[in-house]
T-cell receptor, first 107, second 117 residues
Framework: GIQVEQSPPDLILQEGANSTLRCNFS?????LQWFHQNPWGQLINLFY???GTKQNGRLSATTVATERYSLLYISSSQTTDSGVYFC?????????FGTGTSLTVIP | GAGVSQTPSNKVTEKGKYVELRCDPI?????LYWYRQSLGQGPEFLIY????????DSGLPNDRFFAVRPEGSVSTLKIQRTERGDSAVYLC???????????????FGPGTRLTVL
């Protein structure tokens, strides 16, 4: 079946540090999104990035579709970045979510 | 409205009861998705609507689950004879559909937390 794997599963950072989160997927995708799920459970869209690179403030993402992976970069992390980061891929009308990376940023 | 809304935010019911969960998508979004999220896991696809029709309902776990979107806007997820294992957060998302037929950026609602006692 379709597999979406995220690494690392857990990450603890000191405020101000940088990090890279990875998403590997097992099939060709039509769509890939990164989400941040905050402590209240709300999923917030970060990037719609089926290929290429995008940047938004301290966050950037790169998807290499031919090699079936995507990376999310967080620079100068803040405590408000804490939460779970999910990637989701669209394959044949269905979105498949990874298991997430749980990020804790400590002051 | 400005975003996807879901009601109720919390629902507690007893085993065997019937429940309905409502999703109001962003105005103009043609695609609508339902997901279920259990504790510590990512959202799991249930069903996808394109307009009024269910384009893919292969994620519904069994025939106790049913969803409708009669006018192509609001959707209702219906669960019959609820079981304790149905307890989860039910999430709804909506998006535009691209001219290629693929789905544009999904926007999620806050979810409905269902607890079956």
């Amino acid at each position: 079946g379709i597999q979406v794997e995220q690494s690392p599963p857990d990450l603890i950072l000191q405020e101000g540090a940088n990090s890279t989160l990875r998403c590997n997927f097992s099939d060709s995708v039509n769509n890939l999104q990164w989400f941040h799920q905050n402590p209240w459970g709300q999923l917030i869209n970060l990037f719609y990035i089926p290929s290429g690179t995008k940047q938004n403030g301290r966050l950037s993402a790169t998807t290499v579709a031919t090699e079936r992976y995507s990376l999310l970069y967080i620079s100068s992390s803040q405590t408000t970045d804490s939460g779970v980061y999910f990637c989701a891929v669209l394959i044949r009308n269905q979105f498949y979510f990874g298991t997430g990376t749980s990020l804790t940023v400590i002051p | 409205g400005a975003g996807v809304s879901q009601t109720p935010s919390n629902k507690v019911t007893e085993k065997g009861k019937y429940v309905e969960l409502r999703c109001d998508p962003i105005s103009g979004h043609t695609a609508l998705y339902w997901y279920r999220q259990s504790l510590g896991q990512g959202p799991e696809f249930l069903i996808y609507f394109q307009g009024t029709g269910a384009a893919d309902d292969s994620g519904l776990p069994n025939d106790r689950f049913f969803a409708v979107r009669p006018e192509g806007s609001v959707s209702t997820l219906k669960i019959q004879r609820t079981e304790r294992g149905d307890s989860a957060v039910y999430l709804c998302a909506s998006s535009f559909t691209l001219t290629s037929g693929s789905t544009d950026t999904q926007y999620f609602g806050p979810g409905t937390r269902l607890t079956v006692l």
